[in-house]
């Protein structure tokens, strides 16, 4: 029904330790302007541990990623659901790795 | 025989399955997580457990998943809920290239490998309108509990629009519909139209395959996995009965078993080099 255009692989991702396995500074180390171009793609909007899981998932996957706070970017949809959340809500950007 | 557990710690429920050797179900349990994660956890598993007839001391091996898996201090190791997921879906359905995964919180969907391994994925925007909150928060606008969903859907004729943009909206669209004289039924069937309409946006956004194969707890009513169904061309699988509410948990329960083999294996090659 819908075609396949971007092949990543990965391995299962098991982890051992009882705190998170994740790359927390891939939130932090990322640039919040332009969030798209340069191969970035808009992935989803995200907050807490969802976040933390989507960015290791991503990571697993063999992407690049950035986060781009929610309030920043130029956002038409209703943000109601998470105006008031004491996560900020961060919306993910992915791109294949340019190695 | 190797027995294993998965335990899926999920946002509104917790889930454990218990597998043999062979990948056969002994035993599955699930309660609702709440806020203490580990005592449910816990709690879930000694009650899966009894269900198989079976004492702490026979489990060989735990795998935990979902979004609180990290809080299950007693597991082997944890996976990815997406991981468990997948290795679930292509037991059940080896054919399986695509999953969809409806939950109390999230909408995630996968594209998979011919191994079962995950290869893209994507997930709704923070926002209750892609979820089975949505649904949750439609019934009760009404009177109704989630159990009584499903019955409620069997007796609608027609869907009613619900925008679904927003769950927080679609109270004021409820009571519209409900003074209009509507049916709860028929506002029930349109707020799952409208999940459904989501859930082919997030599959068109993967760019998913076939075969599709369908789990978590929304699934349970059939009126949503046949409202897919219907607007697909492909072949949709759908675990049977309240497996659909499973397969994360059994994906991780014969994980573990694999897990167990490969250990196995490394400790024959040791002792053969020893």
Known sequence: MFSADDEHSASDSIGKGNKPDVPTSAAKSCPTDTPEGEGWKQQFSCSGDRLKEALETYCFLGLEVKTVPLKEMNCDGCTLCFDNEADETMMIFTRAKSD | ?274
């Not at chain 2, 969809?100 to 926002?127: I, P, W, Y």
């Open chain 2, 1 to 274: 025989m190797s027995i294993t557990a998965g335990i899926d710690v999920g946002s509104t429920y917790t889930k454990v399955v218990i597998v043999n050797d062979q990948g056969e179900i002994l035993a599955r349990e699930l309660r609702p997580t709440g806020f203490k994660l580990l005592q449910v956890a816990t709690a879930t598993l000694e009650s899966c457990i009894k269900k198989a007839g079976l004492n702490r001391e026979d489990i060989n091996y735990i795998i935990a998943t979902g979004i609180g898996r990290h809080q299950v201090t007693f597991k082997d190791v944890h996976v990815t809920d997406l991981t468990a997921s997948a290795r679930g879906a292509g037991y059940l359905f080896p054919n399986t290239r695509s999953v969809l995964d409806v939950g109390g919180q999230t909408m995630k969907a996968s594209r998979v490998d011919e191994n079962s391994k995950v290869s893209s994925f994507r997930m709704n925007d923070k926002c209750a309108a892609g979820t089975g909150a949505f649904l949750e928060k439609t019934a009760r606008y009404m009177g109704f509990e989630t159990e009584e969903i499903g019955p409620l859907l069997s007796t609608s004729r027609e869907p009613v629009p619900i925008s679904g943009v927003c769950a927080v909206f679609a109270e004021s669209e409820v009571i519209n519909h409900l003074s209009l004289g509507t049916p709860p039924a028929d506002i029930m069937l349109g707020a799952i139209t409208s999940l459904v309409e989501r859930c082919l946006q997030l599959l068109r956004r993967i760019k998913a395959e076939p075969e599709f194969t369908l789990i978590g707890g929304i699934l349970r009513f059939e009126a949503m996995a046949k409202s897919i169904g219907d607007q697909v061309d492909v072949k949709v699988n759908v675990p049977a009965d309240d497996i659909v509410q499973f397969v994360t948990a059994f994906g991780a329960a014969i994980l573990g078993q694999r897990r167990l083999k490969k250990l196995a294996e490394e400790q024959a090659l040791e002792a053969s080099a020893g």
